[in-house]
């Protein structure tokens, strides 16, 4: 089993950055896919950032490509979300996930986080 815990969320205004962290404990995230998510008020949760295991393979939204970037440090057991030129609408929760396979489908994860709120002001 892996228990995911992230960290980092807050308040920003918009066109600033933050980054959010996932410390995975339990097992090694070595061979998982970890990908993040994210969830707005009223809406279903949806795919953000993907990076597969070993080859680090990696695959983002559109909507935020170019803007977001996802990261993994295996030796410390931590996925990270570098967000920049933060928009009011990326404001959520956002949800660290861990799976046996390279999907944006919610399904395709087994182990979440609780979330970590992100607000962005205008």
């Known amino acids: 089993q892996v228990q995911l815990v992230e960290s980092g969320g807050g308040l920003v205004q918009a066109g600033g950055s933050l980054r959010l962290s996932c410390a995975a404990s339990?097992?090694?995230?070595?061979?998982?896919?970890m990908a993040w998510f994210r969830q707005a008020p009223g809406k279903e949760r949806e795919f953000v950032a993907q990076?597969?295991?070993?080859?680090?393979?990696?695959n983002y939204a559109d909507s935020v490509k170019g803007r977001f970037s996802i990261s993994r440090d295996n030796a410390k057991n931590t996925v990270y979300l570098q967000m920049n030129s933060l928009k009011p609408e990326d404001t959520a929760v956002y949800f660290c996930?861990?799976?046996?396979?390279?999907?944006?489908?919610?399904?395709?994860?087994?182990?979440w986080g609780q979330g970590t709120l992100v607000t962005v002001s205008s």
């Open positions: 990076i597969s295991s070993w080859t680090n393979n990696i």
């Open positions: 339990g097992r090694t995230i070595s061979t998982y896919t």
């Open positions: 996930a861990a799976g046996r396979m390279f999907s944006s489908v919610r399904s395709a994860y087994d182990y």
